[in-house]
T-cell receptor
Framework: KAGVTQTPRYLIKTRGQQVTLSCSPI?????VSWYQQTPGQGLQFLFE???????NKGNFPGRFSGRQFSNSRSEMNVSTLELGDSALYLC????????????FGAGSRLTVL | QQPVQSPQAVILREGEDAVINCSSS?????VHWYRQKHGEAPVFLMI?????EQKGHDKISASFNEKKQQSSLYLTASQLSYSGTYFC????????????????FGSGTQLTVLP
């Protein structure tokens, strides 16, 4: 079956702009989590959505937001981009909400200039 | 709270063994291990639950010491394909008010296996 699909794979933005990233989970998976990956910091949890509801949120500023649609697809948005937002953003899906087995997408690599 | 992984990096020859540790200051309910190869998505390896047994997968196994809130990943007779960054993810036993269960990942251990 198809894996987790993230688009776009690469993008370059400038400071102050905003960006929207998309994630299509594995069919049947209702939970989508987002992580920010930077060198040396590992995987930092952004938020999790389950059945269109945000279930949990990490320690990121309000510029980071997300949503989930009725088909379980999810988007995350970062407004007023800063240089420090440059990172690989990973989306992961799972059958249930919470600390379950995660299937990750290949990520969206964001570079902020 | 982010678990602490050690070592940060390890280089070994094919056939050698390695141990990666993951420690938390919080009481844990479960520990998850993932491996990420360069340029690829992290891939699930195994879960260890509180009260559960040591897990194994081919020549990769792991243990969970509930008293020390520590997990160790053992790679035996390393193969070239084992190269990558290993992440542990921890699930705390007690939830703070209003929060839901989630995984908190460590900063990773970069493993390089040389021929």
């Amino acid at each position: 079956k198809a894996g987790v699909t993230q688009t776009p794979r690469y993008l370059i933005k400038t400071r102050g702009q905003q960006v929207t990233l998309s994630c299509s989970p594995i069919s049947g998976h209702r939970s989508v989590s987002w992580y920010q990956q930077t060198p040396g910091q590992g995987l930092q949890f952004l938020f999790e959505y389950f059945s269109e509801t945000q279930r949990n949120k990490g320690n990121f500023p309000g510029r980071f937001s997300g949503r989930q649609f009725s088909n379980s697809r999810s988007e995350m948005n970062v407004s007023t981009l800063e240089l420090g937002d440059s990172a690989l953003y990973l989306c992961a899906s799972s059958l249930k909400s919470g600390a379950n087995v995660l299937t990750f997408g290949a990520g969206s690599r964001l570079t902020v200039l | 709270q982010q678990p602490v992984q050690s070592p940060q990096a390890v280089i070994l020859r094919e056939g050698e063994d390695a141990v990666i540790n993951c420690s938390s200051s919080k009481a844990l309910y479960s520990v998850h291990w993932y491996r990420q190869k360069h340029g690829e998505a992290p891939v699930f390896l195994m879960i260890l639950l509180k009260g559960g047994e040591q897990k194994g997968h081919d020549k990769i196994s792991a243990s969970f010491n509930e008293k020390k809130q520590q997990s160790s990943l053992y790679l035996t007779a390393s193969q070239l394909s084992y190269s990558g960054t290993y992440f542990c993810g921890t699930e705390e036993e007690k939830l703070t008010s209003g929060s839901a269960r989630q995984l908190t990942f460590g900063s990773g251990t970069q493993l390089t296996v040389l021929p």
